[in-house]
Structure formats: C-alpha cells, structure tokens
C-alpha cells in the first residue's frame, strides 16, 4: 500500500516543498528469495527520485536496526550511490523487530528542519520480535507528525498491519 504523486503542470515545480523522507528496508530471513532483489529495486527508485534539496536516511532492519547516517543527509548523487553500496553490501539475516525499526525512523524524522515528513517501508511486515501485535505496532504513530507508507513485497505480507499503519 502506497500513495504515488505526481506532477501534471510543470510551473508549479518551484512551490513543491523538499522532501524529508525516511526508508526502512526489512533485510530479516523472511525477505529471502525474489522479495530482497524488488526491494533494493524499490530503495534504488525512491533515492532515485529525490533531488539535492532533499534529505533522507535509510534504516536497515532485522532483529537490529542499522543506520546508514546518524542523522538525515541531502539527496546528492553521491549520498545516494553511498547509500545503494550501503544496501547491497549488508546481508540478510535474523528475526524482524518492526516496532523497534519504526520507532528509530519516528526518531530520524525528528531531525529534519522542516517539511512534510515521510516514512517509507519497504517490507512484508511480518514482526517475529519484541511484538508480533498491530495494535501495539500502530500506537508508535499517535501523536506523531509524520505520514507513514508501505511497499509491501511478497505473497505473504501482513495487508491487515500495513493497512493499519498506513491509516
């Protein structure tokens, strides 16, 4: 589940606000088999798809969570191809704790100046650790100034929870 935007009148290129945007890409044992490569095609489009006016950071997550800055960075050519290298250079493994890796991205947005702050899973969020609940998962975003949506990847993705989520 995910919301697409699109640009339909050129003009209106120098209102469009920078975007602020935080993706975490699943790299538990449950992305195994055709799923890992589709989501490193989905992480490869999205920085793809920013501009230097942008910022981002990128979270990789299994039963840990790791970051490939300490804090979000501008989307220059090089911070991206930096952080694809970062993506293809780690490995899967390990169980999938979903709420301790939405919770560190809740943290990242924290960081950005401004802007509309976005939340990009790249997942099929099927949690193995600290909870396995949605509606534990889906009380980290109360309160939280942030807009939430999900990639889903695989037969097996828990739509009940990205559901959730994305609401």
Known sequence: YFQIRAIFNR?????????????????SLSMSGDKLPRAVEAVDFFLHN???????????????????????ISATVENVENALRFVRNETLGGGTNLKKALRT???????????????????????????????????????????????????????TLLKDLSK
Not at 11 to 27: A, M
Not at 50 to 72: Q, S
Not at 126 to 142: G, H, Q
């Open 105 to 159: 991205a809740i943290d990242q947005t924290r960081f950005f100046a401004g802007g509309e702050r976005n939340i990009i899973l790249i997942s099929d969020a099927n949690p193995t650790l600290e909870t396995t609940k949605t509606s534990e998962i889906t009380k980290i975003f109360d309160n939280q100034n942030a807009k939430f949506f999900a990639f889903a990847l695989g037969t097996d993705a828990n739509e």
């Open 11 to 27: 003009e209106n290129l120098q209102t469009i606000q920078p975007k602020r945007t935080v993706l975490l890409l699943d790299t």
């Open 50 to 72: 920013l501009n230097e006016a942008d910022e981002f950071n990128l979270i990789l997550f299994n039963d840990e969570t790791i970051l490939f800055r300490e804090k979000p």
